[in-house]
């Protein structure tokens, strides 16, 4: 898990290197942010790393992802991109959180995203969640998976862990 999570670190650096010279502004979701939360390395382990970016940009990412081996999985086929390449790299590049398919409300208060995103200090195109909204887009995503078809022990993991560092300064 801890050598997985290394390589998917890595080469997330890499991607996102990409966008910011390409001026394609992006917003790391749910586990690349929960991850650093558990008390040690290793003890998250992801399956992928979930990326929401600027649409503009999505053909010079699929030329990108494309050019260092990426195998494309689905594009332009729902809410988001997916790449794949051995032996562990796997990227769902989101062009949107939600869609029409999605609960009542979600879309809606997702549509124009980047009102509710606050610039990364660091990062010239990054961006992230508050923590409330953070915790809003990982419940309803949660909701959405146990909703399809259910969830595991993961989600409310991750929620425990989630809560536990931010209880205190949540606005409830």
């Not at 390395?41 to 970016?53: E, F, H, R, S, V």
């Not at 990426?70 to 988001?80: A, C, D, L, M, T």
């Not at 995503?141 to 991750?158: E, I, P, Q, V, W």
Request: hydrophobic share 35%; glycine share 6%.
């Amino acid at each position: 898990a801890i050598c997985k999570n290394l390589l998917l670190d890595a080469e997330r650096e890499e991607i996102l290197r990409f966008m910011e010279k390409e001026k394609i502004w992006y917003l790391p979701l749910k586990g690349i942010i929960l991850k650093e939360l558990y008390p040690k390395a290793g003890m998250c382990q992801m399956a992928d790393n979930d990326i929401l970016y600027d649409t503009d940009g999505q053909e010079k990412l699929f030329a990108f992802m494309t050019s260092r081996g990426y195998r494309e999985v689905q594009i332009k086929k729902g809410n988001h991109d997916i790449y794949k390449k051995p032996p562990v790299y796997n990227y769902e590049m989101h062009t949107s959180l939600y869609g029409p398919y999605s609960a009542p409300g979600w879309e809606a208060y997702y549509a124009d995203v980047k009102q509710r995103l606050i610039k990364d200090r660091d990062k010239e195109y990054g961006w992230h969640f508050c923590d409330e909204d953070f915790y809003i887009y990982f419940v309803t995503h949660a909701y959405k998976h146990y909703a399809g078809g259910g969830t595991g022990l993961r989600s409310l993991l991750d929620s425990y862990v989630y809560l536990r560092k931010k209880r205190e300064t949540l606005h409830w």
